[in-house]
Nanobody
Framework: QVQLVESGGGLVQAGGSLRLSCAASGRTFSTYVMGWFRQAPGKEREFVARISWSGGNTQYRDSVKGRFTISRDNTKNTVYLQMNSLKPEDTAIYYC????????????WGQGTQVTVSS
C-alpha cells in the first residue's frame, strides 16, 4: 500500500513559478513509476508528466514541455514538479500518482493540490 500526499500548490501570477511535492509512504517507493496529473474545472483529468523508478526517464505532455520539470528523491520518498512560466491555463487541481513499472494503470493517488494562475 502506498499513500501519497501533495503539497506546494497556491495562487501565483502568470509567468511565476511553483514547486509541487508529493510525499509517499511505503518502502517500495523507489520501485514505482510516479506521475503528475491535473484536472481543471469542467474538464477531464489529464496527464502532465511521469518519471521512471530510477529517475532516468521522463515524459511530459506537449503543453508543459520546457516549462515543467519532474524529479524524484528516492531517499526521501518524494517526487517533485517544478513549474515555471506558469500560464492561466495551467490552473487545475494537481494530483500525484504511482504505479508499478509493469502496469499501465496508476493504482495509487493523492488527494490533490490546487494551483491557480492569475492573468
Amino acid at each position: 500500500q502506498v499513500q501519497l500526499v501533495e503539497s506546494g500548490g497556491g495562487l501565483v501570477q502568470a509567468g511565476g513559478s511553483l514547486r509541487l511535492s508529493c510525499a509517499a509512504s511505503g518502502r517500495t517507493f523507489s520501485t514505482y513509476v510516479m506521475g503528475w496529473f491535473r484536472q481543471a474545472p469542467g474538464k477531464e483529468r489529464e496527464f502532465v508528466a511521469r518519471i521512471s523508478w530510477s529517475g532516468g526517464n521522463t515524459q511530459y505532455r506537449d503543453s508543459v514541455k520546457g516549462r515543467f520539470t519532474i524529479s524524484r528523491d528516492n531517499t526521501k520518498n518524494t517526487v517533485y514538479l517544478q513549474m515555471n512560466s506558469l500560464k492561466p491555463e495551467d490552473t487545475a487541481i494537481y494530483y500525484c500518482a504511482a504505479r508499478e513499472s509493469s502496469y499501465v494503470v496508476y493504482k495509487y493517488w493523492g488527494q490533490g493540490t490546487q494551483v491557480t494562475v492569475s492573468s
